[in-house]
């Protein structure tokens, strides 16, 4: 807790648990490079993302998202300094596409593993709290989603919704939620024997409050983690479905569809077979450290906070 | 007595999982047109024209719950519908399809699965060591890779820079017309096992080098999985009493690597293998895309984008089978290697 010593705010970490935990946890976050490197990463793409009206400005102010291109000539053109990437196929700007592009992949990410969090952590923790028949059918529908390949499922739903950014969004809550469901539900169903909750209980507490007061904030934390490490597969997989063209429409800021626009134009004319190398590796490269930096975070998080792999 | 009761249960269980798979797939299909969902019930192509009358017959404008088992019936039936996609029936394109992607699977699950637990054994043994460091942070890229972008980079190095050294496709033109001719008996419709079976090597070393390129690909996304599960079962493996007791022993370091500690981490590697298997799918989607591969995965690919509804149900249905099916082969598996399991 906070209090004033020798007129200084001193942050005394002896006094309570959490904070004592905290600020463990913190040295080791920063003692690992790993953890650094994609906490690095990320706030590097948050940069771009925050400046992108300044690194690329939009043409139509309105409409941020829609790339810029002069003519539809379908043969890339080279980096040039009007073009710092160089132009894709029809001539839309790379370099003002990953711009914009990270935006997306930050929209993605939140809008998915937020709306999988909110979902996954309320069906959880009512399925493990409450237990009994609930329960019980909410496990086998958890059993028949998780029996599915995120990818393909995934595929299937968009193609009912019909194709657009939005839909793949909805289709990968779809998919998501029930690990967290299964997670959250785990951990909830050990602490509602502690002695704390039937304190609690005894009390005369709520359900609603001892679920979101005593029970949650000690079954978050695996979560939170599978959620960090989930932001990087969600836009992995999102990108993979705009790449079959299942994404939002042509010149869209999106690294998945500029990577699709690249494919007519992977291997050069005889003689210089690397000639369009820019047009497919600097989307890809984009999308790679995304998702690499919030792997690195995840994995550099889950060490930390796995009480079976730190060691005091 | 106990192993069949396990089996029986966990046989009751898949039925409870298949049902629901119809469902969501069902769910799935009542967001279409009854004109759209036509299609799911046609035969052959020239029921093409008289949409109409699919729809009465099969009661596609009653209510959802008789539409569901009038579909189901259908099912069990053996017709999937049409796929306008490769205008032939689903079953049909199906076994057209499935050779080249079990070719596919066959060559890249042992390279997974084998590499995967050596390497992953090897970071355990030399843990916090720059191989351990180097080998997780492989998994860690590759686990982060864009599989279609990682795909197409190696076509443009490859097949670009090395002038077709690994091209993409199946066969190569001249195989390809010597495999439709008649001197070449097709037994399992796979080109490598075929090959091999008519004693064609040119066309065996050709049909590998089409391989060769997706086999890479699935291998680099899905090998981060089987290497961090061995690590971590070596590691806790090796902390065991057995082990230390057998190094007391004097047993060499090798031998007690190899026969006391490897041999019991790889019992969740085997739990794992399930899960890489429904994973794989997910991948070969994407491969079979980037590298032309005419297999099930490009088939599904194709139909998404089109709205052929009969070909994406189907995949549904079939991962979800396949699914149930591998994880019940790796319980049974489970069981059979760990008493431990099938005694609790």
């Not at chain 1, 909805?170 to 029930?178: A, D, E, F, R, T």
Request: aromatic share 14%; net charge positive; hydrophobic share 55%.
């Amino acid at each position: 807790m906070f209090f004033i010593k020798k007129r200084r705010i001193v942050l005394d970490f002896e006094e309570h648990p959490r904070l004592k935990e905290f600020s463990f946890s913190f040295k080791r976050f920063i003692k690992n490079p790993l953890s650094v490197t994609g906490f690095s990463i990320i706030f590097i793409f948050f940069l771009i993302a925050v400046f992108a009206p300044v690194l690329a400005p939009p043409k139509w102010p309105h409409e941020p998202f829609r790339i810029p291109h002069q003519g539809f000539a379908m043969i890339p053109k080279p980096p040039s300094p009007e073009h710092p990437f160089g132009t894709t196929t029809k001539q839309y700007d790379i370099f003002y596409g990953v711009i914009w592009g990270t935006r997306t992949a930050f929209r993605i990410g939140f809008m998915v593993v937020g709306s999988i969090l909110i979902i996954g952590v309320t069906v959880g923790s009512i399925s493990g709290y409450f237990g009994g028949v609930i329960d019980e059918i909410i496990m086998r529908i958890v059993d028949i989603f998780m029996s599915l390949p995120t990818l393909i499922l995934a595929m299937a739903i968009v193609t009912a919704l019909g194709r657009s950014l939005d839909n793949i969004m909805k289709s990968l809550i779809i998919v998501g939620w029930p690990i967290y469901a299964r997670t959250i539900r785990g951990s909830v169903l050990t602490l509602r024997e502690e002695d704390f909750v039937k304190a609690a209980r005894a009390l005369g507490a709520s359900h609603f409050k001892i679920i979101f007061k005593h029970i949650l904030p000690n079954a978050i934390y695996p979560v939170l983690i599978l959620a960090s490490l989930d932001i990087g597969s969600m836009v992995l997989t999102a990108a993979a479905l705009s790449f079959l063209g299942l994404g939002a429409p042509e010149g869209y800021a999106d690294w998945g569809q500029m990577v699709s626009l690249a494919r007519n134009y992977i291997v050069g004319p005889p003689g210089q077979p690397l000639l369009y190398w820019y047009v497919v590796t600097i989307p890809g490269l984009f999308i790679l450290f995304f998702v690499l930096g919030w792997n690195l975070l995840g994995d550099a998080l889950r060490d930390i906070f796995d009480p079976k792999q730190r060691r005091r | 007595m106990n192993f069949l009761n396990y089996v029986i249960r966990r046989l009751l269980l898949l039925i409870v999982v298949l049902f629901g798979v119809t469902i969501i797939i069902f769910a799935l299909l009542s967001l279409f047109s009854p004109a759209q969902r036509a299609s799911a019930f046609i035969r052959d192509i020239k029921q093409l024209s008289d949409l109409n009358d699919i729809i009465r017959t099969y009661g596609l404008d009653k209510p959802i719950y008789v539409q569901y088992f009038v579909w189901l019936k259908q099912i069990f039936h053996g017709n999937f519908g049409w796929s306008t996609t490769v205008s032939r029936t689903v079953l049909e394109a199906f076994k057209f399809f499935l050779p080249n992607t079990i070719e596919l699977a066959l060559f890249s699950a042992p390279v997974i699965i084998l590499v995967g637990i050596w390497l992953g054994s090897l970071s355990a043994v030399y843990r916090d060591k720059p191989i351990d460091h180097f080998t997780r942070i492989l998994a860690i890229v590759g686990w982060s890779l864009p599989t279609f972008w990682f795909g197409l980079v190696l076509l443009m190095i490859f097949y670009g820079y090395f002038k077709g050294l690994f091209p993409p496709e199946v066969l190569s033109l001249e195989a390809q017309n010597f495999v439709n001719s008649a001197n070449f008996i097709r037994y399992t419709h796979m080109n490598t096992i075929d090959a091999l079976l008519n004693g064609k090597l040119w066309i065996f070393f050709d049909a590998l080098r089409h391989l060769v390129l997706p086999v890479i690909t699935l291998t680099v996304v899905q090998i981060a999985l089987v290497m961090r599960i061995m690590r971590s079962s070596m590691l806790e493996a090796m902390g065991k009493g057995y082990v230390l007791t057998a190094r007391a022993k004097g047993a060499n370091w090798k031998t007690v690597i190899k026969k006391h500690a490897r041999k019991n981490a790889l019992i969740p590697v085997i739990t794992v293998s399930g899960w890489l298997f429904a994973g794989m799918m997910g991948g070969v989607v994407i491969t079979e895309t980037i590298f032309n591969r005419k297999g099930l995965g490009w088939w599904w690919a194709r139909a998404a984008t089109q709205l052929d509804i009969p070909a994406v149900l189907m995949a549904v249905l079939f991962n979800g089978v396949l699914f149930v099916l591998t994880n019940l082969i790796v319980d049974l598996l489970y069981a059979y290697v760990d008493p431990r399991v099938r005694l609790k």
